[in-house]
């Protein structure tokens, strides 16, 4: 099943409904009419700067949702077997069922919205951290009785309304208050949804009297009672819904309880996505019975005149979805492409996924165990980012995010090559091992290393039909064709030998070892944040695909080995283009970097934030600095990009210290490393054997790039630190994904860090990316039917 769902107030933004006024002309024409202005001009230019007061941006946003609707249909013929709308987005629900027409629906918003713009000295404010019940004890504990509860959004993100005055009061009780993430004052000159909207309530329940309403064709959920509208007490719910709480989060747990239910938003922007994507994540569905529902069933209102349908013939030809079936244009395996669709159903199934979406590991663990966490609770996998952690820090993730995702939910850690230390690779795979890590993501290799055999040998099962596989999963992240082909092999025979003459596997596992690829699965990785060789996707996909076909021919492989797509995947359309490439699942990573999940300090998020698609650079890669290894960062705002670049390129052009000339010296020390050259060698001593110290200092390339790779450590610590004084030297993985993120996101209640969480923005971009599919799928076979009528 699939329930519509459209946004309210504060999903406005300038430049929405582009291109829907052009092609639902007579509902334009209808709207100005209505309203006594350019409703294209005000949502396409907001010349006069009113799109934001009250009582443009509801019938504005009533008129784009209802034209995105009739978009909708028209291009897929899909009718939604519920539909229910947050606040405003209600009247587009009721239009969407067939409770009133265009116009109708656009007269109520009107003096709804004239109504509610009149309201003054009021305030809201979300509170996001507790439960409905933490916050109506903070009001009673407090005294804070002049405040109401307005919007139910999600089980710990929680609207409030009541004076300015009271607002403001509230704001350093509930700062105070522990387990509060944020409060935050919104933009509104009224106490909507509270007591203070009486008089707003009356005047619309008398401006009610005037209108008759029609049969709903489709079930509404009510906001006021969260359950689906009775035809008779129409009215009343939409004068009720005046000063009483919007039950976004029971409205959405009602719909999960009826079923495999799939939500999908309709209109401006994706509020309500990551809305819906935060309740799936932190409450169960809410099971109600039919009798509960059917109590009062869907009747015509005492006493009010029932019109039984729409006259369509004064509307465009194009919005009767019965021609559009009847004639066959809408093929039965489009209706179904949704966000949980997309993507290989093995995949899914093998890892316990509803959808094929991966957060790639972000190193020094900014991608959190919090992340990893709430990835897992929506059905997603996320890969907790283990480098530059110690081994205990790594164990201590284990343990909580094993704690909390104990249902199966899937989870996994990343697995970093260190060309420099296999010994501490070959440690994180015994811990991997001790720990029951069934998921790693290997990065960064370059070949195969023993670490990953063993890691992959302790998994290894054999079935009763004698086919082999591993419980230890490896999903291997590469950008090059060699690298793939290793890992699309089974293990390096001298590897395994040597395993086994160690007797770190047992001779049944060596031999099984023959058996199976070393990956199951196959990140293709373009142009991304952090490590990269800068790879062209649309080059790379196809190569890769062609390479994993060879390789399961050479080696007859019973099971498939799938394609995942990784780097530059920030928006919708970049997401739907790696599906059209053939990926069996997508991996993000810098923009999950933007979010409240991830590790790293508020002064970063706040940079990234503003960041456009232009404003990364590559710099020389720390730990992998004298092999001349890439990572692409921020630019913007930092100088680390520069300065590292020109620490690499004196180690390459020099041999020694010695050569390089005093001024640029002095310049590193006083402006980079902010300490001299002994000062450094003292700190980093301790991280190095007496043998290896003692060659180092002998040999003076090596020393000039010891001393240089800690620029590299530093820079990264003053970011995670978010150090004031040096942020200029902030060193931030970052890709250009992010940068079309934030134009995506500009304008809507997401463009702020602080709203952004990383299941949300993952399901706004899967949805997005199955609307995109079905748009484009649709003007292809438009441009077919009209070659063929030409």
Same mark, same amino acid.
């Given at each position: ?6 946004? /309210?107030?504060? #999903?406005?933004?300038? /430049?929405?409904?582009e ?10 024409k ?7 202005y ?5 949502c ?7 799109? *934001?007061?009250t ?6 946003l ?7 609707y009739? &978009?909708k ?6 009718? @939604?077997?519920?539909?229910? +709308?947050?606040?405003? !987005? ?7 069922? +067939?409770a ?13 919205g ?6 003054t000295?009021? /305030? ?12 109506r ?6 005294g ?19 004076t ?32 203070y ?5 009356r005047?619309?329940e ?12 489709? =079930? ?6 969260a359950? @689906? ?19 976004w ?9 009826? /079923?495999?239910?799939? $939500? ?36 015509r209102?005492a ?27 809408? @093929?039965?395996?489009?209706k ?6 997309l993507?290989?159903?093995? $995949? ?31 059905g ?23 704690k ?14 260190? =060309? ?18 069934k ?24 079935d ?8 230890n ?34 001779? &049944?596992?060596?031999?099984w ?41 050479k ?22 283009? #790696?599906?059209?490439? !053939? ?5 993000? +990573? ?17 940079l990234?934030?503003q ?8 710099? =020389? ?6 092999m ?10 930092? $100088?680390? @990009? #520069? ?8 180690y390459?052009? *020099? ?9 640029t010296?002095?310049q ?9 050259f ?11 054997? =007496? ?8 040999n ?21 630190? +978010? ?33 952004? *969480? ?15 599919? &079905? ?16």
């Amino acid at each position: 099943m699939i329930t519509y769902v459209f946004p /309210g107030q504060g #999903a406005q933004k300038k /430049g929405m409904g582009e291109g829907l006024f052009d092609e639902f002309r007579e509902l334009t024409k209808q709207a100005d009419e209505v309203l006594g202005y350019s409703i294209q001009e005000l949502c396409l230019n907001d010349a006069g700067g009113n799109l *934001h007061q009250t009582q443009f941006t509801q019938p504005a946003l009533y008129t784009v949702n209802a034209m995105s609707y009739l &978009k909708k249909i028209i291009d897929t013929g899909q009718r @939604p077997d519920f539909v229910a +709308g947050h606040s405003l !987005g209600e009247y587009n629900a009721l239009f969407a069922a +067939g409770a009133f027409d265009f116009k109708t629906g656009l007269e109520l918003v009107k003096k709804r919205g004239e109504l509610m713009n009149r309201a003054t000295d009021g /305030g809201m404010a979300a509170v996001v951290g507790l439960t409905e019940e933490q916050i109506r004890e903070v009001l009673h504990t407090k005294g804070l009785s002049g405040i109401d509860i307005a919007n139910l959004n999600a089980p710990t993100q929680i609207v409030i309304s009541g004076t300015k005055a009271d607002i403001d009061q509230a704001q350093p009780v509930f700062e105070s208050t522990k387990g509060v993430e944020m409060f935050v004052p919104l933009r509104t000159s009224g106490a909507f949804h509270s007591r203070y909207m009486q008089e707003a309530m009356r005047e619309f329940e008398n401006f009610l009297e005037n209108f008759q309403f029609l049969d709903m064709k489709i =079930p509404v959920i009510s906001n006021v009672q969260a359950r @689906p509208y009775i035809a008779s007490a129409l009215s009343e719910n939409l004068v009720r819904q005046i000063t009483h709480p919007v039950k976004w989060t029971e409205s959405i747990r009602y719909l999960m309880g009826k /079923g495999q239910m799939a $939500f999908e938003e309709i209109g401006v922007g994706k509020v309500l996505t990551g809305l819906i994507a935060r309740i799936q994540a932190e409450a169960g569905p809410l099971i109600v019975t039919e009798e509960e529902v059917q109590s009062q069933p869907m009747e015509r209102r005492a006493g009010t005149k029932v019109v039984t349908a729409m006259n369509t013939e004064s509307e465009s030809p194009k919005s009767s979805v019965a021609v559009l079936e009847r004639d066959g244009l809408v @093929p039965a395996e489009k209706k179904s492409l949704m966000a949980a669709t997309l993507g290989d159903a093995t $995949f899914k199934q093998d890892y316990n996924l509803t959808y094929a979406y991966i957060a790639g590991a972000m190193y020094r663990g900014i991608a959190s165990k919090e992340m990893v966490i709430r990835m897992g609770r929506a059905g997603m996998l996320g890969f907790f980012g283990t480098g530059g952690l110690g081994f205990s820090v790594i164990e201590a993730a284990i343990t909580d995010i094993q704690k909390e995702l104990n249902q199966g939910q899937a989870y996994g850690f990343n697995f970093l090559h260190l =060309p420099s230390d296999p010994r501490k690779e070959e440690q994180l795979a015994d811990l991997f091992i001790a720990r029951q890590v069934k998921v790693i993501e290997a990065s960064a290799f370059l070949s195969v290393t023993p670490a990953l055999v063993k890691y992959r040998a302790k998994g290894l099962v054999q079935d009763e039909n004698g086919l082999f596989s591993s419980t230890n999963k490896i999903i291997a992240k590469v950008s090059r064709p060699e690298v793939a082909e290793a890992f699309l092999s089974p293990a390096p025979e001298r590897i395994v030998a040597k395993l086994l003459a160690e007797q770190s596997i047992t001779e &049944k596992e060596a031999q099984w070892l023959m058996k199976v690829p070393m990956a199951d699965d196959l990140t293709v990785e373009a142009d991304s944040g952090g490590h990269t060789d800068g790879g062209v996707a649309y080059a790379l996909m196809p190569a890769m695909r062609k390479l994993r076909d060879e390789m399961m021919v050479k080696y007859r492989y019973p099971k498939r080995i799938r394609v995942g797509a990784a780097g530059g995947i920030g928006t919708p359309e970049a997401a739907a283009a #790696a599906f059209i490439m !053939g990926a069996d699942y997508i991996v993000t +990573g810098s923009i999950n970097q933007c979010t409240l999940e991830a590790a790293t300090s508020d002064a970063v998020k706040d940079l990234l934030q503003q960041i456009n698609v232009q404003d990364t650079e590559y710099a =020389p890669a720390g730990d992998m600095f004298e092999m001349g290894a890439k990572i692409q960062v921020l630019r913007r705002g930092v $100088f680390f @990009p #520069a300065r590292a670049n020109k620490l690499y390129d004196l180690y390459r052009m *020099h041999a020694s210290l010695d050569d390089i000339d005093e001024k640029t010296k002095i310049q590193i020390q006083d402006k980079y490393f902010k300490k001299s050259f002994d000062q450094v060698l003292t700190e980093i001593k301790a991280y190095y054997t =007496p043998e290896e110290w003692e060659h180092a200092l002998n040999n003076p390339k090596q020393k000039m790039a010891m001393l240089f790779k800690w620029y590299f450590t530093y820079s990264s610590r003053l970011a995670l630190q +978010g150090s004031e004084e040096s942020k200029v030297d902030y060193q931030i993985h970052c890709g250009p994904a992010l940068g079309a993120l934030n134009q995506e996101l500009k304008g809507t209640t997401l463009e702020n860090w602080r709203n952004r *969480h990383v299941d949300e923005i993952a399901l706004i971009l899967l949805s997005g990316a199955a609307q995109c599919l &079905k748009d484009r799928l649709n003007a292809i076979l438009g441009a077919d039917e009209r070659r063929t009528d030409m």
